[in-house]
């Protein structure tokens, strides 16, 4: 069986309740997994970026860009089959200031 490519979606919404749900969903009920997954604040106040590795055929990562483009919070979608990095782990600082 041959490997289907990944595709990196980066994606930005309005941070609002259901959000993320909805959007991991379109790949769910498609039956692809969501391989990596990342969601971080914008540097504008109320927009968030969720950025989702998926391992699709590029007909469905197009197919998927419109179904995202589609949903009300989306403001906008880019495709890329590039690599992209990915921090390997999340440190919390708990040092209390002086």
């Not at 994606?11 to 997994?33: A, C, D, H, P």
């Not at 979608?77 to 999340?90: A, L, R």
Request: charged share 15%; aromatic share 8%.
């Amino acid at each position: 069986m041959e490997e289907l490519p990944t595709f990196t979606f980066s994606i930005l919404v309005e941070n609002r309740f259901g959000v993320l749900f909805n959007i991991t969903g379109l790949f769910s009920s498609r039956g692809y997994n969501i391989e990596r997954l990342m969601v971080v604040p914008d540097s504008q106040p109320g927009l968030s970026c969720i950025t989702m590795v998926a391992r699709c055929s590029p007909a469905l990562a197009a197919q998927i860009v419109k179904q995202l483009l589609k949903q009300i919070d989306v403001i906008s979608v880019d495709m890329t089959d590039k690599e992209t990095s990915w921090p390997t782990s999340i440190t919390k600082n708990t040092a209390t200031p002086a």
